[in-house]
């Protein structure tokens, strides 16, 4: 993943106002798009932009005088910016060691062409940037700030400007009722409310999700992936305020430290074996008297048969074994998998150390315990020599990485797909894209991309506050991948635009069929606390290879097509599909919601 570019996962569309357009109206387009910043763009090169945490920041100086101001006088800069070619690894240490949040990235000609920020590298690194899991006490924010259900919106606007905070909670004697954001108080600027009557009741989001000081963090990763959270409440078995934690806080809770550190010890542990050891003998006295007391790693000790010697406590608690029934069993035995792998892998190993003498080791992996509860384990073996170089047995230390490998899962699933929706998200999709484009070619098969746009989701977002948004998108997400086939893909580009890979699928009356369902499951009405609403889309094509032969052209003249019948629909036209290069629309038979 280290190898990425920033242009491998860059958003073709590029949110951007004028530097003499007024803050309102940059505001406007940030809630409608549900991103947190944008840029300010002078004939398509950036100068500037303006965050969520400008414009609280102004508000709370200037009161809400300054929304009708131009972007230029409140925007940030100067920016730091690169090209697309610039791999991950540069990013995230430019931004670490400039201090910046945002990254912003431009083409040979200026012009800009993507944000990127910290966030987005973090959840694009390898899975040794995540490998050791702690649980949240160790994570969490504990400092955090809290006022009461009937302060006023004004007072959190002060307190959130003063002490940088994008969020804090609201509380009652010490337990939390919800959370008030940086999104929340901004969406303010854009109605008619009056701040300073208007009390932090009236705009937390409510109930709070709390969790535990002592869950894992990669469960807690999952509960934010699976409800759409950027923040978790920390409480006590009172429901008291402990701590709070973000994303950023889950990311970087998630180092790679731990197992280097590990890795050390390991080392340092083998290296003392060899050093004292004479024999076999000496070999167990040490492992008795030293490493019995270990208590994170499993170690055994075997002769050149690989019969178990020695099994410390702690190998014992890994492999659920007592060490008197397995002391004179071979160590091959131990492995849940196939017949034969592990056996083999130790043949082949054991010959490796024999040739290459002492100081060498190799480490493998195996599972072990039944299929419900298997656990993941990782070895590392080791040769015993005596003082004439003779080997006379093997140490292996065994490492259960099962909660690692659940934490490199649940990262890896949040890469690669829309942390509200869990659809895949614009990278995954992009991968699939180019399989399927090579196959497409390969087999002379025709395959269709289908961009979808909602219509009237802003007013749901409005009226009804952006949790219901959420829900909305949530179950959009579940009918999607109920009408679609095993072979198809659908991806959340971001706000409310998806994007449809569907192989094999060129001709016409596939492409109506498809497009209709789309709708059809956009058009039937959701119940969201308790109300029916009803909103529609407009869907355009493009077809692999009369519309492109590159993933990029392909999306970009979906994404046309798709902008084309929205228009056809503000014009007063029905439902239809346009499709690239096809000037005239197809009409859709939609079902009667």
Same mark, same amino acid.
């Given at each position: 993943?280290?190898?990425k570019q920033l242009k491998d996962f860059l958003s073709p569309r590029v949110f951007g106002v004028s530097p ?102 973090? =959840? ?117 305020? #402990?701590? @709070? ?48 007391? =270990? ?131 614009? #990278? ?20 269709? #991309? ?36 095993? =072979? ?65 052209? @392909? ?30 629309? #197809? ?7």
């Amino acid at each position: 993943m280290l190898g990425k570019q920033l242009k491998d996962f860059l958003s073709p569309r590029v949110f951007g106002v004028s530097p003499d357009a007024p803050v309102r109206d940059a505001l406007k387009v940030m809630r409608s798009a549900n991103i947190s910043c944008i840029l300010v763009l002078d004939a398509q090169r950036p100068v500037g932009i303006l965050t969520e945490r400008t414009i609280l920041l102004t508000a709370a100086r200037q009161g809400a005088s300054f929304m009708d101001s131009p972007v230029s006088g409140v925007m940030s800069g100067p920016l730091l910016t690169a090209t697309g070619d610039m791999f991950l690894y540069e990013a995230y240490n430019l931004l670490t060691t400039q201090r910046y949040r945002h990254l912003v990235i431009v083409d040979a000609m200026g012009f800009a062409v993507g944000v990127v920020t910290m966030s987005d590298l973090i =959840s694009r690194l390898g899975m040794e940037c995540f490998a050791h899991v702690k649980n949240l006490a160790a994570i969490m924010t504990r400092d955090v700030e809290t006022l009461p259900a009937t302060a006023l919106v004004r007072e959190a606007l002060t307190l959130m400007a003063g002490q940088g905070l994008s969020c804090l909670v609201v509380t009652q004697e010490g337990m939390p009722e919800g959370i008030v954001s940086e999104r929340d108080v901004t969406s303010l600027m854009l109605g008619s409310q009056d701040l300073e009557t208007l009390a932090l009741a009236d705009i937390m989001s409510s109930p709070v999700l709390s969790v535990p000081p002592d869950l894992p963090v990669h469960e807690a990763a999952e509960i934010m992936r699976r409800n759409g959270f950027r923040r978790l409440v920390v409480t006590n078995d009172n429901h008291e305020l #402990l701590g @709070l934690v973000t994303q950023s806080d889950i990311v970087r809770g998630l180092e790679g430290s731990y197992v280097d550190t590990l890795r050390r010890i390991l080392e340092e542990k083998e290296s003392r074996l060899q050093d004292i050891g004479r024999d076999l003998a000496q070999k167990e006295l040490f492992l008795e008297h030293i490493l019995h007391s =270990s208590t994170h790693m499993g170690i055994a000790a075997t002769d050149t048969d690989f019969m178990i010697t020695y099994f410390n406590p702690s190998a014992e608690k890994m492999l659920g074994l007592p060490s008197a029934q397995v002391v004179g069993r071979n160590a091959k035995d131990f492995h849940s998998g196939p017949d034969n792998i592990l056996h083999n892998k130790m043949d082949e190993v054991a010959a490796l150390i024999r040739d290459e003498g002492p100081g060498s080791g190799h480490i493998f992996g195996f599972e072990h315990g039944d299929p419900a509860e298997e656990r993941h384990i990782q070895a590392r073996i080791s040769g015993i020599w005596d003082g004439s170089s003779l080997l006379v047995g093997f140490v292996l230390m065994l490492n259960d990485i099962t909660d690692q490998k659940k934490a490199e899962d649940t990262i890896r699933h949040m890469a690669y797909h829309d942390m509200l929706t869990g659809l895949p998200n614009r #990278l995954l999709f992009n991968d699939r894209l180019e399989l399927e484009l090579a196959r497409a070619a390969r087999n002379r098969h025709p395959l269709a #991309l289908m961009a979808l746009d909602l219509d009237r989701f802003k007013e749901v977002n409005d009226t009804m506050g952006h949790q219901a948004g959420d829900h909305l998108l949530k179950e959009l997400g579940r009918r999607f991948n109920l009408l679609l086939r095993q =072979s198809d893909t659908v991806a959340r580009f971001g706000g409310d635009e998806f994007v449809f890979l569907l192989p094999e699928v060129g001709d016409t009356e596939d492409l109506l069929s498809v497009a209709e369902k789309i709708l059809d499951a956009v058009s039937e009405p959701f119940i969201i606390s308790g109300k029916e609403v009803a909103i529609s889309g407009s869907v355009g094509g493009a077809v692999f290879p009369q519309d492109g032969d590159n993933s990029d052209i @392909l999306v970009r003249n979906a994404d046309r097509a798709m902008y084309a019948a929205k228009e056809h629909g503000r014009n007063g036209g029905g439902a239809v599909l346009y499709l690239y290069n096809q000037a005239t629309p #197809l009409p859709l038979a939609l079902s009667e919601p």
